[in-house]
């Protein structure tokens, strides 16, 4: 009997009928082929799953329960985008052989890099993808699809996700282990919201007497919002944690450098807070200590004056008693 041939199909996995979806899943591993003016993938192999004495027979060290699911670039049926996709597999192919790293930015916008190189992906893998770098340990399968598609049915959520690893299971960099229970992020891919948190988490635990290295950094590597267009509310609850902990970051950077006369760059991270959050009374607070300590005292006052007049326009409150205090004496 000929193979069944999987048609490339560019809609997400919750445009897919159930029928469609499983059609997919088998046809991923029939084999496909190009005819008229119709595409046809032929799509790898199904992973192996690993194990310790498959690892060993394949001299290969460990093993592992999770088997790999790759991705490349999405490409529409027609002959020349079909041509330009197999270019970016063969890419990814190459660095990948080279070692090359595989890095996820989620700040600021979703993008997906190897070797340099920007690797396409339809919307519903990119919001897996994005689900598991923000949580740091494997998820059940149950758990992603019931977050990923809430307003579905368990079956077809369930579906969902298997259209959403199919168009990730193709030739390229490991981005997602799986196994038949739970999924995680591969941890050879570099993440920049990983970065970001593990940055503000070393300058907030930093002592008075520890290494200064940091303190030269630049503060607009904690000034990124997390997945700015999406509205998910996992990914809203995430981007206000890493807000708020990039916030503390900053005015923490801001007080190291002020406490060691570096006013220029506790300048750069006091305005950096203000500017992710104009009314911040803290960040506020620690700029006007820094006009103090330079002597620039009617700078000190137009920053009093600029915070008091948002909080009266945005909040119908005045600012508190402890900044007030810090120019009490010069408007006296």
Known sequence: MPARQCPLDDRGPEELRPAEDEELHRANLSGGRESGSRTFLTPPPAPVRFDAGNAKRAGESGGGRYQPVTAA????GEGASLTAARAAVSALATATARD???????????????DGEPVSL????????????LRERPLLRLHVAGTL???TTEERASANLRSSLWRLNRPGPRLVEATSLQLRLAPEVRVDVRETAALAHRLLAASDGADGAEADLDPARLTGELLPDWYDDWVLIERERLRQLSLHALEALGERLLDTAKLGGALEAAL?????????????????????????????????????????????????????????????
């Open 100 to 114: 090359e790293p595989v890095t996820l930015a989620l700040l600021d916008a979703f993008e997906l890099r190897c």
């Open 122 to 133: 339809p919307p519903s893998a990119q919001r897996l993808l994005a689900l598991l770098a």
């Open 149 to 151: 598609w809430l307003d």
């Open 73 to 76: 670039a999405s490409s529409s």
């Open 272 to 332: 950096a807070a203000i500017a992710m959050e104009p009314l911040r009374e803290s960040a506020h607070r620690l700029l006007i200590r820094i006009h103090l300590t330079e002597g620039n005292a009617a700078e000190a006052i137009r920053q009093f004056d600029l915070c008091r007049g948002l909080f009266r326009e945005q909040l119908g409150l005045e600012p508190s008693p402890q900044l007030a205090q810090l120019v009490a004496n010069l408007t006296s």
